[in-house]
């Protein structure tokens, strides 16, 4: 019911920033937190931060200072400005929402395809 399509991943260098955006489209009645997550090779889907629809934030320890998280309640989107990157920034990250949808008891859970983000010299 909720499909979460992603941009603005790519290549960039160390010291580097990107911006990567997420739209959610779909039928549901409201998106609850939003956020990005990320999975680097060889290792686990970690947070990076996530937004709720009141406006809390929360960061991984890693990012904090260096990524800002946005959402527009209104346009059903959320950026996540990352800047002075590092290579170990670098992989897939993906969108995620918790929306309420009908048939649902509660918040479901919908993911991105995962948007590419490799920091290298």
């Known amino acids: 019911q909720v499909q979460l399509v992603e941009s603005g991943g790519g290549l960039v260098q160390p010291g580097g920033s990107l911006r990567l955006s997420c739209a959610a489209s779909?039928?549901?009645?409201?998106?609850?937190?939003m956020g990005w997550y990320r999975q680097a090779p060889g290792k686990q889907r970690e947070l990076v931060a996530t937004?709720?629809?009141?406006?809390?934030?929360r960061y991984a320890d890693p990012v904090k200072g260096r990524f800002t998280i946005s959402r527009d309640n209104a346009e059903n989107t959320v950026t996540l400005q990352m800047n002075s990157l590092k290579s170990e920034d670098t992989a897939v990250y993906y969108c995620?929402?918790?929306?309420?949808?009908?048939?649902?008891?509660?918040?479901?859970?919908?993911w991105g395809q995962g948007t590419q983000v490799t920091v290298s010299s």
């Open positions: 995620n929402a918790f929306a309420l949808v009908a048939g649902a008891l509660g918040l479901v859970d919908y």
């Open positions: 779909g039928t549901f009645f409201s998106i609850n937190a």
């Open positions: 937004a709720t629809s009141g406006g809390s934030t």
